[in-house]
């Protein structure tokens, strides 16, 4: 073989090596891209199966009531808060930059421990009391009366308890003081800080709503879930995670880390037409024009198929805004909830930038995910949380 053959050979061979290599990278990139994209699906399908099975559970034992937490917060089982920023949380950063856009909706759900429920009783000895005639549960003290003893192993000093009159379609939040040594609960009225309600509202000491022996009490549960975005380490780039406050908004416990690399959370919640049932609506609807329901006002969300007397009810103690608010929670049946999760790591390859080069900027898709190089995947679900149909909540 002459010189010239063997670098002709030789060359052929490196082009040859070269192809098969660059063959090689392309499959391991796109099989790398396809994992993280099954990464992200696996990552989904955890988040909305955790999410569906609290949801599942929003309002056991007061379905869609009227929630007074204490003073004058009034809320549904369900509490979006669109765009949380959480301004006075330390740990928590909302997405910056280029993905600013990207910020989440935060989600609270409060629900009874129906297994821990117990009826009140008119407390013995105890005539007229407040607006109440000859059947008190709240007696002089200020303790609540119970038909039995309430287990101590069950309702321990501190537990939070909602109390729930089905004939109002009102609970109230209240915090145990002490374990119960007799058939009463001895409480602080309100949850954390936010003390006993007004005296105009239904929960308020003097109030109807405690005349009944037909409300009931139970351990009062609540968690709460988020996208955090805050660097990992000072300094660091920004890495978003779905977290979990396992005891919501008034417990001890913190929020914690659920799953990386969930970059974004967006809640509606679907309200009912009691005069036409089954025709819902969505809150937030760009469309329709409607905000969401944590945004409404008397302007812009009238209630669908008019007002009842239990709406009158419910809007007592608040005002104008606040009692559209109560009486829209009323109708809530369902929520959809939107996740969008993305790939570990960007791929150069698929970034895709508009503008010139000191104002360039990602292109964005129809739904307004950038085109960065991450590898993303929406999941969108609706749940109906059974308690709200089961409540009595209809005229």
Not at 71 to 84: E, F, S
Not at 218 to 229: C, D, G, I, K, P
Not at 349 to 374: M, N, W
Request: proline residues 6%; hydrophobic residues 40%; negative net charge.
């Amino acid at each position: 073989m002459t010189l010239v053959e063997l670098m002709t050979a030789s060359t052929l061979s490196l082009v040859v090596i070269g192809g098969m290599m660059g063959a090689g990278i392309r499959f391991q990139t796109q099989s790398l891209g396809q994992q993280q994209k099954m990464m992200a699906q696996q990552s989904l399908r955890a988040a909305a199966d955790l999410l569906s099975l609290e949801l599942e559970k929003a309002g056991a034992g007061f379905g869609a009531a009227r929630l007074n937490l204490g003073g004058a917060v009034t809320q549904g089982a369900l509490v979006p808060v669109t765009g949380d920023t959480f301004a006075s949380d330390g740990t928590f950063a909302a997405p910056d930059g280029e993905y600013a856009g990207l910020i989440s909706d935060s989600l609270t759900i409060y629900s009874g421990v129906t297994a821990a429920t117990i009826n009140l009783a008119c407390c013995p000895g105890v005539g007229s009391l407040g607006a109440c005639g000859a059947c008190s549960t709240r007696n002089g003290s200020g303790n609540i009366c119970t038909a039995v003893q309430p287990g101590s192993g069950t309702f321990s000093a501190d537990s939070q308890l909602v109390f729930f009159n089905p004939t109002m379609g009102v609970a109230c939040a209240q915090k145990l003081t002490s374990a119960p040594n007799s058939a009463a609960f001895v409480t602080s009225e309100g949850l954390g800080s936010l003390g006993a309600p007004g005296g105009s509202d239904p929960c308020a000491s003097a109030s109807t709503f405690w005349c009944s022996a037909s409300t009931f009490a139970t351990q009062l549960s609540a968690v709460s879930f988020r996208v955090n975005w805050k660097p990992v380490a000072t300094g660091g780039a920004q890495r978003p995670r779905l977290q979990r406050d396992p005891d919501g908004p008034f417990g001890p416990l913190p929020f914690q880390d659920l799953l990386w690399d969930v970059e974004q959370l967006e809640v509606r919640l679907l309200v009912d037409d009691l005069s036409n049932p089954g025709a819902f609506r969505f809150y937030p609807d760009a469309a329709a024009g409607r905000p969401a329901l944590d945004q409404c006002t008397v302007a812009t969300c009238p209630v669908a198929g008019g007002l009842d007397a239990k709406d009158t009810a419910l809007a007592l103690g608040l005002s104008a805004n606040e009692g559209l608010r109560a009486q829209l929670q009323r109708r809530v049946r369902g929520v959809e909830v939107s996740l969008v999760s993305r790939s570990l790591t960007s791929d150069p390859a698929q970034v895709r930038r508009t503008g010139s080069s000191e104002h360039a900027h990602f292109v964005t898709t129809a739904d307004g995910l950038p085109l960065d190089g991450f590898a993303r995947r929406r999941v969108v679900f609706q749940v109906t949380p059974r308690n709200f149909a089961l409540s009595e909540v209809t005229p």
